[in-house]
T-cell receptor, first 114, second 113 residues
Framework: DTEVTQTPKHLVMGMTNKKSLKCEQH?????MYWYKQKAKKPPELMFV???????INESVPSRFSPECPNSSLLNLHLHALQPEDSALYLCASSQAPGAGNTIYFGEGSWLTVV | EDQVTQSPEALRLQEGESSSLNCSYTVSGLRGLFWYRQDPGKGPEFLFT???AGEEKEKERLKATLTKKESFLHITAPKPEDSATYLCAVQMNYGGSQGNLIFGKGTKLSVKP
């Protein structure tokens, strides 16, 4: 079973709010990812965690702060976002980091910044 | 520059009308090519991984093939429930990439009954 679970499914937040997106997988995967997807565009990589350590940050603004508390959980903390940050945020995981490993996505969290 | 191009952007088929989607790539050190299906408002659903030219994989009405320059997703006798956006993505084989996916822009498939 390849399942990545994301909560909440929908989130509306003001520009001064602090909120978090959560992601969980129980497949024993050791790489976890955050992607951002705008309407009618493909997903774009934000962060990669390998063995619970941040290994890639694709020049993401500091108002997005990732956290990997353990090998099954991944959070994305949001603070002082802008309306242009409204998008579908996708969590994903793979058995191991690096090429050759299939990346499995969750259903996503729809974020609207007002 | 590494690129992934999907065509057509949109495809409308009648139920039962077979067709193919194309994904061409210009990358160095291809490590894997992936096909995903994405329904509106949902995350991409994994379909296939292809690793080497000549490889083929099938799942129900879908068949994916890979050459050195492109991949095809063949849809045989499609049904309305096959309507979705199909995304192609590649992984390169160099150290800094961490296996990141480079996506094409997708093909939006609509199958009418």
């Amino acid at each position: 079973d390849t399942e990545v679970t994301q909560t909440p499914k929908h989130l509306v937040m003001g520009m001064t709010n602090k909120k978090s997106l959560k992601c969980e997988q129980h497949m024993g995967h050791r790489a976890m990812y955050w992607y951002k997807q705008k309407a009618k565009k493909p997903p774009e990589l934000m962060f990669v965690y390998s063995y619970e350590k941040l290994s890639i940050n694709e020049s993401v603004p500091s108002r997005f702060s990732p956290e990997c508390p353990n090998s099954s959980l991944l959070n994305l903390h949001l603070h002082a976002l802008q309306p242009e940050d409204s998008a579908l945020y996708l969590c994903a995981s793979s058995q191991a980091p690096g090429a050759g490993n299939t990346i499995y996505f969750g259903e996503g969290s729809w974020l609207t910044v007002v | 520059e590494d690129q992934v191009t999907q065509s057509p952007e949109a495809l409308r088929l009648q139920e039962g009308e077979s067709s193919s989607l194309n994904c061409s790539y210009t990358v160095s050190g291809l490590r894997g090519l992936f096909w995903y299906r994405q329904d509106p408002g949902k995350g991409p659903e994994f379909l296939f991984t292809l690793y080497s030219a000549g490889e083929e994989k099938e799942k129900e009405r879908l068949k994916a093939t890979l050459t050195k320059k492109e991949s095809f997703l063949h849809i045989t006798a499609p049904k309305p429930e096959d309507s979705a956006t199909y995304l192609c993505a590649v992984q390169m084989n160099y150290g800094g990439s961490q296996g990141n996916l480079i996506f094409g822009k997708g093909t939006k498939l609509s199958v009418k009954p």
